[in-house]
Nanobody
């Protein structure tokens, strides 16, 4: 059974915006803090943003002020609003718990920022 499903990626021009969604199993979403990660070509996977069960957030310095993480507990869904995108944001974006060893990775969603 698929536990994490990312969606919303695509091709966008520099300066544009995208909103990513992560649908999670209730058993995961209701218990653990959640996070967005990304992996750019030739680079290691990195933490982008984190959100606690209560809604407290943390961001990587590279996205602070541009990205907003949020969660809808009623829908078991997490979001990443990405504004002012630049080519360095190009990556496959994944959602998981803040300790990802707990849950298998999903397929991710590709975000490509290019003219």
């Amino acid at each position: 059974q698929v536990q994490l499903v990312e969606s919303g990626g695509g091709l966008v021009q520099p300066g544009g915006s995208l909103r990513l969604s992560c649908a999670a199993s209730r058993s995961i979403f209701s218990i653990y803090p959640m996070a967005w990660y990304r992996q750019a070509p030739g680079k290691q996977r990195e933490l982008v943003a984190r959100i606690s069960i209560g809604g407290s957030t943390n961001y990587a310095n590279s996205v602070k002020g541009r990205f907003t993480i949020s969660r809808d507990n009623a829908k078991n869904t997490m979001y990443l609003q990405m504004n002012s995108l630049n080519p360095d944001d190009t990556a496959v974006y994944y959602c998981n718990t803040d300790r990802p060893a707990r849950v298998s990775w999903g397929q991710g969603t590709q975000v490509t920022v290019s003219s």
